[in-house]
């Protein structure tokens, strides 16, 4: 259950896991956004909820920026699958949204490398739970394992990072993240 809690979070943190799907990193998407997210502009309380559906195992994860220090902002993401919890917390940069400090569980993690390439970007519009919102289409491929992931950005509306959908393949197929609701201070 481990593995499938660590490729939720993936999305958030940059991180190689034993699954073989691949979900976007905030450095991604703010790499993909680089016109809007040179510097971070969250703000403690900015929250977002999210569906987890890989088929037969469904889930919730909530991310929500904790607090800032000197180095930028502390983001804490909570996902639970089918009664296993996993609490992940970053602490990314404020100058260039790259990861300073990445903690799972209370464990400190090395932070993975990026091998990755934007193989599309459009404009585009998508409803998913909370609303239907004009985004940015994006479709990125991991080098290393030759897979291909989409995800539907706006980071205009949306807190930390933008995400309002993505899809990622992994061992048991497509894993899908949807935003339910969020809150933006």
């Known amino acids: 259950m481990k593995w499938i809690l660590a490729a939720i979070f993936a999305f958030s943190a940059q991180a190689s896991f034993a699954t073989d799907g691949y979900i976007f990193s ?17 703000k403690v309380g900015d929250t977002g909820n999210y569906s987890i559906d890989m088929g037969f ?3 919730t994860m909530v991310m929500h920026v904790r ?11 909570n ?6 919890k996993q609490k992940v917390e970053i602490l990314f940069d404020k100058n260039d949204g790259s990861i300073i400090t990445m903690i799972v569980n209370g464990q400190k993690q090395e932070v ?4 990755s390439e934007i193989e599309e970007m459009s404009e585009a519009n998508i409803t998913v739970p909370a609303g239907t919102f004009d985004c940015i289409y994006v479709k990125i491929r991991d080098l290393d394992k030759n897979q291909t992931s989409e995800a539907w950005i706006n980071p205009n509306i949306i807190p930390i990072a933008g995400l309002l959908q993505q899809k990622a393949p992994s061992q048991f197929g497509q894993v899908v993240v949807k935003l339910t609701s969020f809150t933006k201070n």
Do not use: C, F, R, Y
């Open 26 to 42: 905030a450095n991604q998407l703010i790499e993909m956004n680089q016109h809007k997210l040179t510097q971070l502009d969250w």
């Open 57 to 59: 195992i469904k889930g």
């Open 67 to 77: 607090e800032w220090v000197s180095e930028g902002p502390w983001v804490e993401q």
């Open 79 to 84: 996902v639970e699958l089918m009664g296993q």
């Open 112 to 115: 993975p490398e990026n091998n």
